[in-house]
């Protein structure tokens, strides 16, 4: 009844008839489960990671926890999870399965290993089976395996190096990511190391090593099993800014194609993520949240947003905000004051409060009329009294050379 | 009875307490006669930190388990809610209830000697032991005169569905015993020997009397006066009322009855006959909307002539009436419709019309006109050292107005002897 946007275009060579891909988690973890994705709408599937068949995978359960408030319980997820329990020679019958009956789709799956024969023998089987791409985890928070066993691969230019060439060696013209943890020094070096190696792209990134929290009655760590616990890998709202910065500082830096992970929960998440360099968008939490049938709001709210934008693909959204990217010391100097419309405002005093106890003084307070106003001589325009508004009426007023700008509260939607 | 009104779940109230603005200098604060700290206390729900929303209020206001339940949160702290502009009003009386349900009274408590005075209370209402607290907490020790039941208003008059029993019975015990008032249950009539024995003297005796209908008929059996009937059946007793009830009235107490005796009774008929429209009910939302849901019904527009019967009630004569122009309160006055009158049949009048103050006592005070306690800024009546407040100075008012009294005059009160000595 309604025209449908086109969504599709080519990732790597292989054809995405939408930009949104389920990672390698829980949510992959079961072939009837992948299929049921991929039924709602997702245009690809990276499985949930794998290993050889020597390699024992020893879950602890309950393994997932989260941090969050009464209203909203989960902008972070933890998980303590590790790599799937199905082994190499099951992930290749699920892959040449899911060619069979999807075959427009990209089937993806990951794995990883510790010695170079491991690594080259998984890739060896998934190109048999018919892999479309092959995502290298170098980057699992819990049972990393390996060069350096307690530490991600990632962890280490030189591993990541070394390891990277091992994979693309065997894949050859089968396209490979490298699945990386935004938890270094420098997310460039990695990047380059990983350019170097010849590989065809990163996967940015992984979750977020993390101590989820600390129960204050028992005093022990979250999640506890029998009173004690380990670190979590964190995922969803919460770690999205993370995301977005790691992405942008490697494409900023790098000329390697990236998709997109972590923290992305609605079609302009993931906007954000592609505008700073990501070709494509890998969910997890939110289907784990939500179920598979999110796909559809962000299909539509995608194909609303390039349509109003006059974009033709989704391609055209990829590293557009890279440009405005800059160092803090680059950028101008305005000279702005807060600006109140009191037409909107509702009278809370939460401008006033936040900027005298952690701003400026600035503001002052007609206690008669509950009204705020600015003092333009204090005020510097540094913000904070936007941030706090609950109606978003203010904004940063400048006027330069005459003309009048204004800097908005940007946030929620 | 069951109660009403469920007390929050912990997660409802946390979700609720989300909602809060923390409103700077918080309207819903100002707007409580006893200024409970309202985002305060919904910031330590948020928190978690129950125990710390409970002394908050603790140490605001006496009465805290009473209007956690009855306070008409439309009329306060609710009606100036900031978050109304953006959707709809905290639910800060429940969010209070929550907190005095979900924890028991603070143990923590530091009382310093009684070494500034001795005070005499008379009326253990809200604004006598509001007033007794405040004077045990600054350092005075309190005789408090009560010929009735200590507790006033609530304890007595407030229907068990929305005030049980054990709920006051648990409040007033903490408050007598906790903030070691004396009470003494003889009956003050003269204030001149209690003004010499006392450093000061607080007059909180409320409205013991209620307002007589003027018309024929008020003298048969089965015709009772409201606030009476209200306190015979919250001690326990059996109302004695019969199957069809009228409740003359429109304001809180007519309301209270009419719910207390369809709680008593589920089977008996209960109307509310009042002389102007449902707009013009004076009782609070709430009150209206449980008495409603408990059964009671309501005739309108019907001003009464006489209570007819020959020994008990059969019936009572109305004329219908009509509303005109609004008086200078904002409410429609009613007129009658000559020749519309119609006799309601019914076996039991109860007179809910007003209350009105004990004008034989205590002679010396200066008055009102309708023979309220005078009193001035500082709340001192005409007689030096003595102070009065609540419904005797103010007329019928709310609990938590009460409480303000109490407070403020326990302030002049330790005022009025540091500059005595």
Redesign the interface.
Known sequence: MYREHDLSYDFLGIHLENPFILSAAPPTDELDMAIDGLKAGWAGVVLKTTSVESNPVNLKYPMMSSFGTAAHKLWGLGNIDLISQYHIDEICERVAALKRMFPTKMIAASIMGSRKEDWQSLVWQLKKAGVDLVECSFSCPQGSMGEAPGRMLAQSVEATEKVARWVKEVAGDTPVLIKITPQVTDIVEIARALKRAGVDGVTASNSVPALIGVDVETLEPRPSLFGEGAYSGMTGMAIKPLTLRTIAEIARNVDITISGNGGAYSWSDAVELMAVGASNVQFCTLPMHHGFGTIRDLKSGLADYLDRKGYASPLDIVGKALKSIKGQEELVTPRSRSDIDLDKCIGCGNCFRACSDGAHRAILWDAEKRQPSVDAEKCPGCGQCMQVCPVNAIRMKEELDGKVHYFEFKGTH | MEEFEKTLSR?QA??E??RC?????A?CQAKCPAHVPVPEFIQSI?SGNLHGARTLLQTSHPFIETCGRICPEEAFCQSVC?RS??DAPLRIRELHRFVTDSTDPSDRMELPETTLGRVAIIGAGPAGLACARELRVRGFSCDVFEARQVGGVPSQEVSTHRYPREVDEREVHFLTSTFAAHVCTERVADLKPLAADYDAVFVATGLPFESDMNVEGTQLVGVHQARELLRKMKSGAISGAGNRVGVIGGGNVAIEVASMLREEDPTRDVTVVYRRSIKELKAFKKEIEEATALGVTYQFLAIPDKVVGSHRVEGLQVTQAHLCEEDESGRCRSEPLPGSSFTIPLDTVVVAIGQRIDQGVFPGLARSDSGLISVGENMQTSMPGVYAGGDAVHGAQTVVEAVRDGKKAAEQIAAFVAGGK
Do not use: S, W
């Not at chain 2, 603005?21 to 200098?25: E, H, K, N, S, V």
């Open positions: 997660q946390a979700i307490a989300e603005l923390y409103c700077y200098d309207p948020r900031t502009k953006i």
